[in-house]
């Protein structure tokens, strides 16, 4: 038998340090003897370039606006898909001004995106690429919307939330539910959300399908310094991850809790005020700013900490708390998003109010004093991690999902 064509994954930046849960995936579903190409519309930056991975996923990358800025090879790709598909090409460019955003900044944009599309399209013609996946349904899933409708290629995309859900109607979640060939929602509650702005009859392309880990990656062995308490954090230093409230509770905790240590491992555009902000609230020892670090150095660090803290405001459900369940670390985190799905208050973690400095530091008091409670809590996110949130078994489910009965293109017109 014959290979199946490859599939194509894209991305608004890939690879990127804050997004390894899509490495995983597509690491996963090639393991599986699915062929996947990546592509992305920019370039990352050599600060997302942490590890050999990384790397090397740059190099074997498809990026979109780099092939876009050349205007012969721009014009010629919309020229053959005119040329090859007339219907389709003039569907897309409808479906595309149907869909816009409101004002002449939202029509300028959904222009560039069927620039993008058409560009895009080309490529996977050249690949021959037989479906599409998307990851992060915002400006990238328009562009994977367009290419499908002007190619033929069938397209799906996985939705994460939370803050698709802040502007659904600007993102046009119907359309593109309805667009798709199916959607892979994270968690229950994202399906729930999609639920609310998309049509009854196509709620049966909405499956769960749970970013994941590889537990065996983690080592749920602590090397953590009985007489240095030491707290994780990892995410980006913005203002959806709630950081200043973990300060505001660190410098709390530092009073009376002996060799205290927090290390905040990520980037993002708060992390200057949050440095200023540690500084006044006399952390600079206890608070040590990481950076970005490799999958491996994160593996690492968490089996030197007592446990993970991610005090965010919303959330879908984070990788990182997987990461810290399957190193055996108690979480404590915020009851919002889908997050109760994968910790269980007083079992796993404990679930804090988001925004609420004293439920915070109440709580984090309770895991530092008491390390029989640690490790029985870590035990038990091993074992809930390793069951409901396996890499491996999502990707089975991923790739039953990305290989149709049916060939991947459709009848254009």
Known sequence: MSQPAPIAYLTGEYPRATDTFIQREIFALRAQGVEVETCSIRKTGIEHHVGPEQQQEYQNTFYVIAAAKSPLHLIQCHLKALMRAPGRYFSALGLALK?????????????????????????????????????????????????????????????????????PKHWRIDTKISEARFV????????????????????????????????????????????????????????????????????????????????????????????????????????????????????????????????????????????????????????????????????SGYLVPPGNVDALTERLRDLLSDPELRARMGQAGRTKVTAEFNQKTEATRLAQLVQPESQGVRNAE
């Open 99 to 167: 869909t816009r955003p409101a004002g002449l900044k939202g029509l300028v944009y959904q222009l560039f995106y069927f620039a993008e599309a058409a560009v895009l399209a080309e490529h996977l013609r050249k690949r021959k690429v037989r479906h599409l996946h998307n990851h992060i349904a915002t400006a990238t899933c328009t562009v994977a919307m367009l290419t499908s409708r002007i190619s033929g290629i069938s397209f799906s995309f996985t939705i994460h939330g939370p803050d698709i859900f802040f502007e």
């Open 184 to 347: 892979a929602c994270i968690s229950d509650f994202c399906r729930s959300q999609c639920m609310i702005f998309s049509d009854p009859q196509h709620w049966k392309k909405l499956n769960i399908i749970h970013c994941g880990i590889d537990p065996e990656k983690y080592q749920a062995t602590s090397t953590a310094d009985p007489d240095r308490p030491h707290l994780v954090f990892v995410g980006r230093l913005a203002g959806v991850k709630g950081v200043p409230v973990l300060l505001e509770a660190l410098s709390r905790l530092e009073q009376d809790t002996p060799g205290l240590r927090a290390t905040l491992i990520g980037d993002g555009p708060e992390r200057a005020d949050l440095e200023d902000q540690a500084k006044r609230l006399k952390l600079d020892g206890v608070v040590h700013f990481a950076g970005y670090k490799s999958q491996s150095e994160v593996a690492e660090i968490l089996t030197g900490a007592d446990a993970l803290v991610l005090p965010s405001f919303a959330e879908g459900v984070p990788v990182t708390l997987m990461e810290a369940m399957a190193s055996g670390l108690p979480v404590l985190t915020t009851r919002v998003g889908g997050i109760s799905e994968l910790v269980e208050d007083g079992v």
